[in-house]
Each structure stands twice: as structure tokens, then as C-alpha cells.
């Protein structure tokens, strides 16, 4: 079993590559972005606390997607490994997620960094907006929000498993299938 990380600012192409990733390697691809988004489209007393939070490019409590993860895992007992998307965001979520995988006997292979250039994150999330109906693109100030956010509260998780030797940089510019090449040689050599 190999657990991956896939990490980057918003609009870096984390649920993009996750897509590629956990087919070709059949991990279960568990995105807290998406779980949130579940909660609040199906009208959920999570969904409404979180919605606001979420439409403001801010992040919700660690309790609330520690747990979110927790119970997925334990949902998902004869999995070959998981890609943990948008997780953990912070140092909390970091050692919280460690010790849930501590657990199974099963640690984090690698964090992948996706490295991609600030105007071109912005460009891809308003570039999305245009179809995709989230609240948190449509707003070049919440996008800036969002990467404000992720420098300030997110990076320094990537330091955390740089210290631990689990880390990996991949450049995140560029085609998606030129991306997936380059993760897919590093995923290789942890599988
Ligand atoms: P989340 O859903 O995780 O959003 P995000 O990190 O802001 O990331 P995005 O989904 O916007 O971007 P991505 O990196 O996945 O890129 P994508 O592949 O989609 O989180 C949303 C919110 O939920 C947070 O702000 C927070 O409020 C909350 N939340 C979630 N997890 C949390 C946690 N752990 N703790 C606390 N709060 C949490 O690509 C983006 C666009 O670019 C797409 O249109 C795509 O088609 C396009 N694209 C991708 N790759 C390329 C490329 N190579 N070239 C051109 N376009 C590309």
C-alpha cells in the first residue's frame, strides 16, 4: 500500500492530476474540496456551516476535515493506497493525518508539489468560473484570497514533510499530459 499527497496552491491542478493519478494507479482519490462541496450541495448542517467559510476562500475548521478523513479511511479498509487532495492544509491536519495512517501501518510514500507561476493560477480559476459555478472563482479578489490563504496557512505543511524527507517537486506548468508524465515517473518510484 502507497499513500500519495498531492499538493499545490488553488487552481494548481491538484483535482485535475488526482483524476489521472488514481486511475492509472488505483488509489482512492479522497478530496476535501470536494466532500465539502457534497455537503453543501446536498444542503447538509455541515454544508451550511462550511458554506460561507468555503465562499470566501477561507479554510474550515481542522476538526471538521480531520474527521471528514478520518471516517473515509476506515470506510475504504481493502484499499490498495490513497491521494489525499487539498489535505492536510495545515500543520494540524499534517500530524492529525499522520497518526491516523500511523494507525494502519501504512505512512505517506511522498507529497507531490505541483509548482506553478501566481498569474497562471489566477488565470486557470477564472478561466473555471466561467463554467463551473464556484462561488470561491468568481472573484479575483477571493482567488487572491485563496493563494493569500494557502501561502500564509498551507505551504508551510510542505516544509513538515520536506523535514521528514517525503517530499517531491514536480513543475505544474505546461500540458496536463506533460504534468501526469512528469508525476507518474516520480509516483513510479515509490510503487
Ligand atoms: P479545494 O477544492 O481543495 O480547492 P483549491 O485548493 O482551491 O483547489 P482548486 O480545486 O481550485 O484547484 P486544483 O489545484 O485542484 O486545480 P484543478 O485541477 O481543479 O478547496 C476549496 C475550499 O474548500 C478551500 O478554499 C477551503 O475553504 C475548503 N477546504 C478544502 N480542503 C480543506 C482542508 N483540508 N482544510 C480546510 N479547508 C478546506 O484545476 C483548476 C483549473 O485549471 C481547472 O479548470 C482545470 O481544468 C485547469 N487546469 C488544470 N491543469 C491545467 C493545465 N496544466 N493547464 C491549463 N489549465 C489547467
Do not use: W
Amino acid at each position: 500500500m502507497a499513500n500519495f499527497l498531492i499538493f499545490g496552491p488553488p487552481g494548481s491542478g491538484k483535482g485535475t492530476q488526482s483524476e489521472l493519478l488514481s486511475e492509472k494507479y488505483n488509489l482512492v482519490h479522497l478530496s476535501t474540496g470536494d466532500m465539502l462541496r457534497e455537503e453543501i450541495a446536498s444542503v447538509t448542517s455541515l454544508g451550511q456551516r462550511v458554506e460561507s467559510i468555503m465562499s470566501k476562500g477561507e479554510l474550515v475548521p481542522d476538526e471538521v476535515v480531520i474527521e471528514m478523513i478520518g471516517s473515509r479511511i476506515e470506510a475504504n479498509t481493502g484499499a490498495s493506497g490513497f491521494l489525499f487532495d487539498g489535505f492536510p492544509r495545515t500543520v494540524e491536519q499534517a500530524i492529525a493525518l499522520d497518526e491516523m495512517l500511523a494507525q494502519k501501518s501504512t505512512p505517506v510514500a511522498t507529497m507531490l508539489v505541483l509548482e506553478v507561476e501566481h498569474d497562471e493560477l489566477v488565470k486557470r480559476l477564472l478561466k473555471r468560473a466561467e463554467v463551473s459555478g464556484r462561488t470561491d472563482d468568481m472573484d479575483t479578489d477571493i482567488i487572491k484570497n485563496r493563494i493569500a490563504v494557502y501561502s500564509e496557512k498551507t505551504a508551510p505543511v510542505a516544509s513538515y514533510y520536506n523535514n521528514k524527507g517525503t517530499f517531491d517537486s514536480v513543475p505544474g506548468m505546461g500540458d496536463i499530459s506533460d504534468i501526469f508524465a512528469r508525476l507518474c515517473k516520480v509516483v513510479d518510484k515509490y510503487i
